[in-house]
């Protein structure tokens, strides 16, 4: 699921409103997560952990898209460290969490806190769209890039240098159109 939705994801956050995507993402991995926890068969668990996977996995890459729409080419790379800083931190707190509560309600417990964080970030996207009426134009949105929450800053950097110049080499084949 990871694979096969980072691109078309990719390709619809680069139309429109990043917020109302990651919203939709979060929420909709939330629900099959709660699907997953309550399945009664092995292949209702691999259904529903292809949509964990193919919501999950996109929103990294969403969330640092979204984040450097509002940054300056020079704060991009220190945005993206911070935020696989707090992908760390939940890389060391999640696994105790999550093993205490899965000896005291089963296994559907890790479903379940999949379900809370996916469906505390949608309520959290809502809540951020209250916030700002208005979103970055299209135009003046950077490029979507599919990076996975482990990538090394080096790496995230390199990735966003490669979209900037893509974009800039767009926008001078728009101006020679015009």
């Known amino acids: 699921g990871a694979v096969v939705l980072q691109f078309p994801f990719g390709w619809i956050s680069e139309r429109g409103d990043r917020r109302r995507l990651i919203l939709a993402v979060a929420a909709i991995g939330g629900v099959a997560a709660i699907a997953a926890a309550l399945a009664g068969s092995f292949l ?29 080419y020079e704060d991009m790379a220190s945005a993206s460290g911070g935020l696989l800083f707090v992908n760390g931190i939940g ?51 950077t490029s979507y890039a599919p990076i996975i929450a482990g990538a090394t800053p080096v790496a995230v950097e390199l990735a966003q240098e490669v979209y900037i110049e893509q974009d800039s080499d767009d926008l001078v084949e728009t101006d020679r159109e015009l």
């Open 44 to 72: 209702g668990i691999l259904a529903a952990a292809f949509l964990i996977g193919g919501m999950s996995n996109p929103l990294y890459a969403l969330l640092i898209a979204y984040s450097n729409d509002y940054l300056e």
């Open 91 to 141: 890389a060391i707190i999640g696994p105790p969490i999550l093993g205490y509560l899965m000896g005291v309600s089963g296994p559907s417990a890790f479903f379940i806190f999949i379900a809370i964080l996916m469906l505390g970030l949608a309520l959290y996207a809502a809540y951020r769209m209250t916030q700002r009426a208005t979103t970055t134009s299209v135009e003046d949105m």
